[in-house]
């Protein structure tokens, strides 16, 4: 990992001006996304609903340049469509066709939904024979993904890189009793059903020390699956750089973020892109607002990316890293138990070059021969140094703030940023700090 340098040049959001929108009306959409044919917000609940917000966000943001941008949104959502049991976390949209909507269900695996027909289709839940890792092996907890086009045999394919975060299976809330002696949700009614409780999961991982996640890459033309890297711990946000020629992987439970090469010199291996945040990282996206570096040799440098964190890494959490303490803490009864606080936080990064050459962790392998991920990998040279914005925090109390952003969608050239909330009941968004 590089040096971690405060860039204050780097633009900033005051997320004390976060507005809440549809409060107590959506639940548990980790993911947002604006349709880009329509700039209607998408969302996914944590029931399996499908939603479109009746406005487009660009026409309300422009004519809201004073006003509440929730009362201008309003309160109602259309619904789309019912995926079925499961929990769908990261979703995007087919580049060819934007009606097409690919999601990462963490029961399901990799799955498409069709806007309009309603048309569910099972893309991938195992991983295919011909994979150099973990070959014919399930897909658990598919988390996040990024639709790209990319050549394969002399025609353009769609291809979707995904995460899946753990082989632990997501248990339904409600239906038995987790590893912390707790009752893992409310029996069903008509305002709570039962869910699959996808953060209960994150919590077995993070004391279990599980590294059993995977970045794994799905062709929708051979409909094949490959594992790229495995033994990642906690794999989450994915997001790719803006010349296509790698992709970063947030690993939370490292609290790191990852780039595996997919071009170029590198392809096929991965280093450390930022270390030791200041927070456990969830999503990831690429933002407006790069700086324009006059170099073909750049391969995205300049790019710069939002960091959601999920929660702070107190003494007790950074403890964990101890198999006693895990071990400890497993046994130990719920009251007794340090409390895992949530924050609303986020943080801009940018790798930039050192010299004329990438620093460089590889892992072994190349290509589709697959990557093990485990560790620090053969630190070449030192690594790339990071720019950091400060870290940008929801310092209001209470239900006035807002808490657990896992994602990031950009509107208006970067100008709003709207963030998922995976364990809250809304969604909400901010304008840029001019």
């Not at 006003?67 to 995926?83: E, H, N, Q, R, V």
């Not at 947030?250 to 892109?273: A, C, H, M, Q």
């Not at 790019?303 to 959601?308: A, M, S």
């Not at 940023?417 to 840029?432: A, C, N, P, Q, W």
Request: charged content about 20%; some cysteine.
């Amino acid at each position: 990992m590089g040096d971690i340098i405060e860039d204050k040049s780097l633009t900033f959001y005051d997320l004390n001006n976060t507005e809440k929108l549809y409060h107590k009306k959506i639940f548990g959409a980790e993911t947002v996304r604006v349709q880009p044919t329509t700039n209607r917000l998408v969302l996914l609940d944590q029931y399996g609903n499908l939603w479109l917000s009746r406005r487009p966000i660009t026409d309300v943001v422009s004519n809201s340049s004073s006003a509440s941008i929730a009362a201008t949104l309003g309160s109602d959502l259309d619904f789309m469509g019912y995926l079925g049991p499961g929990r769908p976390l990261g979703f995007g949209f087919g580049i060819s066709d934007p009606n097409q909507v690919y999601i990462c269900d963490s029961s399901k695996g990799l799955i498409g939904f069709y806007l309009g027909s309603n048309e569910i289709t099972v893309l991938s839940n195992a991983v295919s024979a011909d994979s150099s890792l973990d070959p014919g092996s399930h897909v658990t907890f598919a988390n996040d993904l990024v639709v790209t086009q990319e050549e394969w045999n002399h025609t353009t394919t769609e291809v979707i890189y995904f995460t899946a975060s753990t082989d632990i299976p997501v248990r339904l809330s409600g239906s038995t009793l987790n590893d912390f002696g707790q009752i893992a949700g409310r029996k069903y009614n008509k305002t709570f059903p039962s869910y699959y409780n996808t953060f209960e999961t994150y919590l077995r991982t993070l004391t279990a020390g599980d590294s059993t996640g995977r970045l794994l890459k799905y062709n929708v033309r051979t409909k094949q699956t490959h594992v790229l890297v495995n033994n990642l711990a906690f794999p989450n946000g994915l997001a790719m750089s803006s010349d296509k020629s790698y992709l970063v992987v947030v690993e939370t439970n490292r609290l790191r973020v990852l780039r595996y090469w997919i071009s170029g010199p590198k392809s096929g291996s991965w280093d450390v892109f930022v270390d030791h945040l200041p927070g456990f990282p969830d999503g990831i996206t690429l933002v407006s607002g790069s700086k324009s570096i006059d170099d073909p040799e750049d391969h995205g440098s300049s790019d710069q990316y939002v960091v959601t964190l999920g929660g702070p890494t107190t003494r007790s959490i950074k403890a964990l890293m101890w198999p006693g303490v895990r071990w400890a803490l497993f046994h130990l009864p719920t009251w007794a138990r340090p409390k895992v606080p949530t924050i609303g936080a986020i943080v801009k990064i940018q790798a930039r070059r050192r010299g004329n050459a990438w620093g460089d962790r590889t892992g072994e392998g190349e290509g589709e021969k697959g990557v093990k991920g485990e560790g620090e990998g053969s630190e070449e040279t030192k690594g790339t140094p990071m720019m950091m914005s400060r870290v940008m925090i929801d310092g209001r109390k209470g239900e006035e703030g807002v808490a657990g952003i896992s994602s990031v969608a950009e509107a208006l050239g970067g100008k709003v940023l709207i963030f998922g909330h995976v364990k809250e009941d809304y969604v909400s968004l901010v304008r840029m700090t001019e």
